[in-house]
């Protein structure tokens, strides 16, 4: 099972996707780290950081904490970085 982390970092781009199923998603980049990305689902969010990422741009270049877990990519490449929370600092 894996543990809940968490991460103080400055957001440089959110893109809104769907994954294989239509369901929505958003791919998080942040400025300190350009090599990981943040996956955030919305059918697993909590209702505050489901209404902050209906507006994405006004994320960009905000300092924000991300609760996440991290889980083994399903091809053993790289590490899956899923969110569970944002909180606009």
Do not use: W
């Amino acid at each position: 099972m894996s543990q809940e982390l968490q991460i103080k970092a400055t957001i440089s781009n959110i893109e809104s996707k769907l994954d294989k199923n239509a369901n929505p998603f958003s791919k998080i980049s942040l400025a300190n780290l350009p090599q990981r990305y943040f996956y955030a689902f919305s059918f697993s969010l909590d209702p505050a950081t489901l209404s902050l990422l209906q507006t994405p741009l006004n994320l960009i270049n905000r300092q924000v904490l991300i609760t996440y877990q991290e889980l083994p990519n399903q091809d053993g490449n790289g590490t899956f970085c899923k969110v569970q929370a944002i909180q606009i600092l």
